[in-house]
């Protein structure tokens, strides 16, 4: 089964800051999705990448797929209250019901 | 408002009590789960349906017992839980892409 990596566990940042939070796998991606969970909320789901190198952004959110598909970031920009919460990195295996996922960055911005 | 509707968003039980969590979706999705994220854990997969069809059971305890009547409604029926299945249980819907969550029930047995 893979396992997903995420660091940092926490991160907590002044409001304007840059930051990068780093996803990891034991095994290739098929694709691996990005999701935002805010307190007391469930997921939601941010980007999907699927070819290796692929970079992807939304507004301040820069997504990136490694070139072996096995590790993907992503940097936030001149970072906002708002964009505290749990950021959860997931891998979709072959099988599109398997969609395993990592413990999670939390990131807080401090305003 | 995702799409998918959770009820109750909060529900405290005794360890003898018997109660149901709902979900509800009307995104026209074939594939609905229930998913349990605890307290420095990731997120757990329990239950999968597609098609009304229960396709997945992650090797969930006996206590915790879905429900899939129709494609567009889900339900977990929970009886003699124990303090450590206090979590956020989530549900979720798909359409063979990413996962479309409710805002979850927050779950606490005493």
């Known amino acids: 089964t893979q396992l997903l990596e995420q660091s940092p566990q926490f991160l907590s940042i002044q409001e304007g800051e840059n930051l990068t939070v780093y996803c990891n796998s034991s095994?290739?991606?098929?694709?691996l999705q990005w999701y935002r969970q805010e307190p007391g909320e469930g997921p939601v789901l941010l980007v999907t990448?699927?070819?290796?190198?692929e970079v992807k952004k939304l507004k301040r959110l820069t997504f990136q797929f490694g070139d072996a598909r096995k590790d993907s970031s992503l940097h936030i920009t001149a970072a906002q209250p708002g964009d505290t919460g749990l950021y959860l990195c997931?891998?979709?295996?072959?099988?599109?019901?398997?969609?395993?996922f990592g413990p999670g960055t939390s990131l807080s911005v401090i305003p | 408002e995702t799409g998918v509707t959770q009820t109750p968003r909060h529900l405290v039980m005794g360890m003898t009590n018997k109660k149901s969590l709902k979900c509800e979706q009307h995104?026209?999705?074939?594939?609905m789960y229930w998913y349990k994220q605890s307290a420095k854990k990731p997120l757990e997969l329990m239950f999968v349906?597609?098609?009304?069809?229960?396709?997945e059971n992650n090797s969930v305890p006996s206590r915790f017992s879905p429900e899939c009547p129709n494609s567009s409604h889900l339900f977990l029926h929970l009886h003699t839980l124990q303090p450590e299945d206090s979590a956020l249980y989530l549900c979720?819907?798909?359409?063979?892409?990413?996962?479309?969550f409710g805002s979850g029930t927050r779950l606490t047995v005493v």
């Open positions: 349906y597609n098609f009304k069809e229960q396709t």
């Open positions: 095994s290739v991606f098929s694709s």
């Open positions: 990448v699927v070819t290796g190198g």
């Open positions: 997931a891998s979709r295996e072959t099988s599109y019901d398997k969609v395993i």
């Open positions: 995104l026209g999705h074939n594939a």
């Open positions: 979720a819907s798909s359409q063979g892409g990413g996962r479309i």
